[in-house]
C-alpha cells in the first residue's frame, strides 16, 4: 500500500469512527477528498467508489447506499486508549470539520440564478455536492469537538481561513449578533450556550459564528416551533436564519428534486445519459430529508417528497387544549394521552352539582 493510499485509508477511518450518523457511501467517498491541498470537488479530484475498498474486510455496504464497520467492536478497537488508539480523535474531528467547511465554501452558487442554474444543476447531477446534508448539518458539531486543541490542530491557519470565508460568504449580519432577537422558552437560556461555547475563548470570531449557529437551531426546536406544519416551520425558518444556510440547503434540494423528477428528455445537454442513470442510482433513496432540525431524518431522508410529507404529519400536534387563553390552545399536544392528563390538572370540569338530599313527605 502507498502512502498516498495509507493516508485515504486514514480518512475513511476518521470518517465512519467520528461521524455523527451512518454514512452514505458517497459522502465518504467524497468527504476524503478535501484536504489543505485540496479544497474542491471536480472531475479532477473525485474519487471512484472503489476507493472505500482500501479499508475492506474492516467496513462492509448495508442498505440504502451506507457504509460502517463489520462490527461495532471493530469502531471500539480503533478509538480505544489502550489498544491505540489508532485515530486520534481530536484529528479526525478537525479534519471532517475541514471537509465539511471547504464544500460549504465551493457551494455558493447555489445562492444565485441565472446563467449558472444549469452549471449548479450539472454539478449536483455529477455528484459534487453529494456531502451537502452532512455537511450543512453537522460542521460546527465536528468543530465542536476538537475545540479544545483547535489552536494546536491549525499550525498552518487553513482551517482559520476556510472559517472567514464561510463568515464573509454566509452570514447576513454580524456574526453573534445575527441571532440577538430570537427569543428563548423556559428550557433554553442563551447563558447556557455562551458557557457551551467559552472553549472557543481564543477564537473569538468562531465563537461568535457558534453563537448564531447554536442560538438558531435552539430556538427551531422549541414547542413553539418543532410542532408546526412544515411548510409554515420551513418558512419561518428560511426568512429568521441569520445566516444563508438554510437558504443554501433549500435551493440545494429544489435542484435534488428537479433532477430526480426531470426526464431524459429535458435534461440540460451538459447531463449525458449515464451520469443521470448514476445520479438517480446514488442519490434517489434518501435525498428528500425531513425539515424539523431535532428529526433523525433531517440529514437522511425518504425516496419521494411525498413519502417525506407524509413522515412531516408526525411532528405536527393536532391535538390542542380548547381553552383559548391556555399555552397549550398553540402548542398541542402529540397524544389524546397527553391532552386528558393537561385537561385533568389544569382544567377539570365543573364537578355536577350534587341533587338534594331525599326528604319523604
Not at 480523535?89 to 471547504?102: L, R
Not at 410542532?227 to 426568512?239: I, R
Not at 451538459?270 to 428528500?288: A, H, L, N, V
Request: negative net charge; glycine residues 4%.
Amino acid at each position: 500500500m502507498s502512502e498516498k493510499e495509507k493516508a485515504k485509508t486514514m480518512r475513511i477511518l476518521e470518517w465512519l469512527a467520528c461521524s455523527c450518523r451512518l454514512m452514505k457511501k458517497h459522502e465518504v467517498q467524497d468527504g476524503i477528498v478535501f484536504a489543505a491541498n485540496n479544497m474542491v470537488l471536480d472531475d479532477e479530484t473525485k474519487l471512484a467508489p472503489a476507493v472505500l475498498d482500501l479499508c475492506k474486510p474492516l467496513i462492509e455496504e448495508g442498505p440504502h447506499n451506507t457504509i460502517d464497520f463489520v462490527h461495532y467492536s471493530a469502531k471500539e478497537y480503533i478509538l480505544d486508549k489502550v489498544s491505540g488508539p489508532l485515530l486520534q480523535e481530536p484529528q479526525a474531528h478537525f479534519n471532517i470539520a475541514f471537509s465539511c467547511i471547504s464544500y460549504l465554501n465551493t457551494s455558493v452558487d447555489f445562492l444565485t440564478t441565472g446563467p449558472t442554474e444549469d452549471f449548479v444543476t450539472t454539478q449536483v447531477a455529477k455528484g459534487f455536492h453529494g456531502l451537502h446534508n452532512y455537511a450543512n448539518e453537522y460542521w460546527f458539531q465536528h468543530l465542536f469537538q476538537c475545540a479544545a486543541s483547535l489552536g494546536d490542530l491549525d499550525e498552518s491557519g487553513n482551517m482559520n481561513s476556510a472559517l472567514h470565508t464561510r463568515r464573509d460568504l454566509y452570514w447576513k449580519g454580524m456574526p453573534g449578533d445575527a441571532a440577538r432577537d430570537l427569543n428563548f422558552d423556559d428550557t433554553t437560556t442563551e447563558a447556557g450556550i455562551l458557557e457551551e461555547l467559552a472553549t472557543f475563548s481564543q477564537f473569538d470570531h468562531v465563537r461568535r459564528m457558534g453563537i448564531d449557529v447554536r442560538t438558531f437551531r435552539a430556538h427551531l426546536v422549541q414547542e413553539r416551533h418543532a410542532h408546526e406544519v412544515a411548510d409554515k416551520h420551513h418558512a419561518y425558518e428560511l426568512e429568521h436564519d441569520p445566516t444563508h444556510f438554510s437558504q443554501l440547503s433549500h435551493r440545494y434540494h429544489e435542484v435534488i428534486a428537479s433532477l430526480l423528477n426531470c426526464k431524459l428528455d429535458d435534461l440540460p445537454s451538459s447531463i449525458d445519459q449515464e451520469t443521470f442513470r448514476m445520479f438517480k442510482e446514488t442519490y434517489g433513496e434518501s435525498e428528500f430529508t425531513c425539515r424539523f432540525h431535532d428529526c433523525h431524518f433531517h440529514s437522511d431522508g425518504f425516496k419521494s417528497i411525498q413519502q417525506r410529507d407524509h413522515h412531516e404529519l408526525s411532528h405536527v400536534k393536532k391535538l390542542r387544549c380548547a381553552d383559548p387563553t391556555c399555552v397549550f390552545f398553540t402548542r398541542g399536544f402529540t397524544s389524546k394521552t397527553g391532552l386528558l392528563k393537561h385537561n385533568r390538572k389544569y382544567h377539570p370540569s365543573p364537578e355536577k352539582g350534587r341533587l338534594p338530599d331525599f326528604v319523604p313527605v
